[in-house]
């Protein structure tokens, strides 16, 4: 869910809560006053006009001190927003990423014992942008550690709450670790292909190829009538063949074959995908690189030919469709 979907579904959800304490609750004049500057906030919010957000959140908070925790958020994104990485050292500009911590802090404090969707996914947020906050901007690896600690005890039966910790000591250099958040990410929820494509990319980020291909074969097991899941395969092999040069003959012709094993399981499944059809003319062409029947290469070279000209008419015939659609 994007941050503007966010804003909109928070916005419906405060609006139409507020309203209902409004008509009954002694401060309903206040409320209104109240649920009347959060929009505002949010339509400054909406178009990155921050400072002005900033002012109409701060009116929520005057206007009605235990307004919806969700607005925190927002005030604390803000902020956020505000804070310039070049500007670091700045006192005005430092007391911005201050202000948008202690807010993130009072978002998740306000909305921990919400059971809402809109406000689940805010906290999450918070906790994220929060985590940001002391990794990416503070570099305080001590900070941040135990706040995402806090997201897996809050959630534990959310895959990404893990890879958000093993982010974290990956980038800490803490690998074992890393591997093993990752690794656990993918035994809450085993059949989501997700959890392996973020298993594939901390190994592709470490090295390790072989394990960057089982995670990605278990990716693809995991939606095997994804045609996308069995190609993506095929370009990490062709890749691999053509870039190592360190690699043996035998392997480099192992990597071509499981690349061409994967793109035909994509074109089984759709035999009008393009990009499978592309890769594997390259699988090919890299193949009778190391073949030395004459015959053999001459016909592996001529079908990689008919798969590039068949590749080239079905993208024309698609863009055409498109633009007929578009009309």
């Known amino acids: 869910m994007s941050l503007r979907s966010t804003v909109a579904r928070a916005s419906a959800l405060v609006l139409a809560l507020g309203l209902v304490s409004a008509a009954c609750g002694q401060y309903s004049i206040s409320n209104i006053r109240a649920l009347k500057a959060f929009k505002e906030g949010n339509d400054l919010y909406g178009r990155k006009e921050y400072k002005g957000a900033v002012d109409r959140y701060l009116e929520v908070f005057q206007r009605n001190p235990e307004f919806r925790g969700i607005a925190y958020f927002f005030l604390a994104n803000s902020y956020d ?5 070049n500007k670091k050292g700045e006192p005005e500009n430092d007391a911005y990423l201050t202000k948008a911590i202690a807010n993130y802090k009072l978002a998740i404090d306000k909305i921990k014992d919400a059971d809402a969707p809109t406000a689940s996914d805010i906290r999450k947020r918070s906790y994220e942008f929060l985590i940001a906050a002391y990794k990416d901007k503070l570099r305080d690896f001590a900070q941040a550690e135990p706040i995402a600690k806090q997201m897996i005890d809050l959630d534990p039966g959310e895959p990404t709450n893990y890879q958000v910790l093993g982010a974290l000591y990956e980038d800490a250099g803490r690998y074992e670790d890393a591997e093993a958040m990752f690794v656990k990410s993918t035994t809450i929820k085993a059949n989501d292909p997700q959890v392996y494509s973020a298993l594939a990319g901390y190994y592709l980020r470490q090295g ?13 097991e995991a939606e095997p009538n994804n045609p996308e899941a069995w190609h993506t395969m095929a370009t990490y092999y062709s890749e691999k063949a053509l870039k190592d040069t360190k690699l043996p003959k035998a392997k480099t012709l192992e ?3 499981a690349g061409l094993t994967a793109d035909e399981k994509a074109l089984a499944l759709n035999g009008e995908y393009a990009d499978a059809l592309t890769f594997k003319g390259i699988l090919l062409l890299q193949q009778a690189k190391f073949e030395n029947n004459a015959e053999k290469r001459a016909a592996m070279v001529k079908l990689a030919d008919e798969l590039r000209t068949k590749s080239i008419q079905l993208r024309e015939k698609q863009t055409g469709d498109a633009a007929k659609k578009a009309k």
């Open 208 to 220: 390790k190829f072989d394990k960057t291909m089982e995670a990605l074969q278990k990716r693809a």
């Open 81 to 85: 927003n505000l804070y310039k990485e």
């Open 255 to 257: 990597y071509i074959q």
